[in-house]
């Protein structure tokens, strides 16, 4: 089940965000760097701004009572961005990211998005295959933020718009 997160979902969130994160940092970056506690602390305060503003939306995917995957995505500067997509390592392949990468889809659709960007660290290649399978590819304005690519969406029109 898909669904918008809460405040309490708070720690489910961060738990699941840091243990993702450091299936693609893990050797490219220092530990403290993505899962210290002034980076979780961090990450939670982040989370928490999320949930609540008017401009983003925080989805959370749920199995058996318990977060499994999360997704957000907000405006700025124009442009819609996936900000975060993450599953459970221990649920990768069973279908929960796509089902998430649809759902904003969808909200994007009902909103008129037609646009959307994301950055992937660059040696994150499962993501990388995983968003290009989505139909993502690399922006041709800003193809890279430092040690990420950047890839643009042509947002499909809802079926029966148009």
């Known amino acids: 089940m898909i669904r918008t997160a809460t405040q309490d979902d708070l720690d489910a969130i961060v738990a699941l ?6 299936t693609y ?15 979780v ?3 939670r ?6 949930v609540d503003r008017e401009d983003a939306t925080v989805l959370v995917a749920e199995r058996d009572g318990a977060v499994v995957g999360i997704a ?3 405006v700025h500067d124009g442009w819609t961005y996936l900000t975060q997509l993450h599953v459970s390592p221990a649920h990768w392949r069973e279908g929960i990211g796509s089902a998430l990468h649809l759902a904003c889809l969808a909200d994007w659709q009902r909103r008129g998005v037609t646009r959307a960007r994301l950055e992937v660290f660059e040696p994150n290649r499962r993501a990388q295959a995983f968003y290009s399978a989505c ?11 430092d ?3 950047v890839l643009r969406l042509a947002v499909p029109q809802a079926p029966g718009r148009g």
């Open 45 to 50: 305060d982040g989370w928490a701004r999320a």
């Open 135 to 145: 139909g993502w590819a690399a922006d041709p304005e800003t193809p890279r933020n």
């Open 25 to 39: 940092y893990s050797g490219h970056l220092a530990e403290e760097e993505y899962a210290g506690r002034a980076e």
């Open 17 to 22: 965000h840091t243990e993702a994160r450091a």
């Open 72 to 74: 957000a995505h907000s």
């Open 147 to 149: 040690d990420h690519l």
């Open 41 to 43: 602390s961090r990450s």
